[in-house]
């Protein structure tokens, strides 16, 4: 039995990017009720030795999927027997324009080695291989760590040096102007910095923690816009989780920073060393609270710009990071020590 298929061209392909439809396969093994048991082992002998055919589906004449059979129920039926009465009939069936992430979600508790994809009607269009659907998946997840700072998917191992010096060198020249903005906050507080030198020893310290406190929040943003968790509406709950975590984690290493401070400043002999130590702790909260909140709102904001929420978006969250953290260290201690 053959289907009618709507041919569509490389740039006028009928279903969406990243959908169900952009991955199904040409359907096999197809028959009618009517015809036996025999006649389908008969075909299917033919078929395999061009395709791995897995089951044989059973379609009404419109092309609308009925039923499906595997092969052991080939096996085990009489060959007189009709496809109608050992087909199963509660077919696990997936829409063409199904996006691939809603197709994941529905067969996460599966497991079938093929899936039928049906159109709105019910009618085959063709199969989808479980294994094809969740390497799409593990591809996509992969690629975005390096989205994250700017190398596209595109680029493997083997691309051409040229080719990968195009894809990531405008993200580096982006990096370096962000950069700027960072240092520009420093150079805000020369004048602080002449006067409290050792607050120069902790700027890293600051800048890194509140960086890797922004890079977890991004990590699980991101995980959770690409399995659909974060949905629409969900961004101010996800944004007040972050802040308490950063509140909470900022006050606890704002503590052990705090003392480190103390320590280093006593040991300079720096008659200010516990209000160091106080500076230094709540300049740690401050970075560690907008650390998490910005790891929610970058790829949020970039979502929302119709752009790709893990393209560069550490690239930003850095900046905001960096102008932060530093800027609240050296604001507070102009603001209480000077």
């Known amino acids: 039995m053959r289907l009618r298929r709507k041919k569509a061209g490389a740039d006028d392909h009928p279903y969406p990017e990243r959908s169900v439809g952009r991955m199904m396969e040409p359907p096999l093994a197809v028959f009618v009720p009517e015809q036996t048991v025999g006649e389908a082992i008969d075909s299917i002998r033919e078929l395999v030795k061009q395709a791995f055919i897995t089951y044989a589906w059973v379609l009404e004449v419109d092309g609308k999927l009925v039923g499906v059979i595997t092969m052991r129920d080939l096996l085990f039926s009489e060959r007189s027997a009709k496809l109608g009465e050992v087909m199963l009939r509660q077919v696990f069936a997936l829409r063409a324009d199904l996006p691939m992430l809603d197709a994941m979600k529905l067969t996460l508790d599966k497991h079938f080695p093929v899936y039928p994809v049906v159109d709105a009607e019910g009618r085959l269009l063709g199969t989808v291989r479980g294994q094809k659907m969740f390497e799409a998946q593990a591809v996509e997840l992969t690629a975005q760590a390096g989205a994250m700072v700017g190398v596209t998917g595109e680029e493997r191992l083997a691309t051409p040096w040229l080719r990968s010096l195009w894809f990531r060198h405008p993200w580096l020249q982006l990096n370096l102007l962000t950069a700027f903005v960072a240092a520009g906050v420093v150079g805000a507080f020369e004048g602080t910095l002449e006067k409290i030198v050792l607050l120069a020893v902790f700027l890293p310290v600051l800048a890194g923690q509140s960086g890797n406190t922004g890079c977890q929040s991004l990590a699980v943003t991101l995980r959770g816009m690409t399995l659909g968790e974060l949905k629409p509406g969900g961004t101010p709950a996800a944004v007040t989780k972050e802040a308490i975590l950063g509140l909470c984690n900022g006050a606890l290493v704002g503590v052990t920073a705090g003392l480190g401070m103390f320590a ?8 200010q060393a516990l209000t160091l130590a106080f500076v230094t702790f709540l300049a740690m909260i401050v970075a560690c609270v907008v650390s998490g909140v910005s790891g929610v709102l970058v790829p949020t904001a970039l ?31 102009t603001l209480i020590l000077l």
């Open 264 to 271: 280093y400043a006593w040991m300079q002999g720096n008659a």
């Open 303 to 333: 979502q929302r710009m119709g752009a790709d929420p893990a393209t560069a978006s550490s690239i930003f969250l850095t900046t905001a990071t960096d102008v932060v953290s530093m800027g609240s260290f050296l604001g507070l201690a």
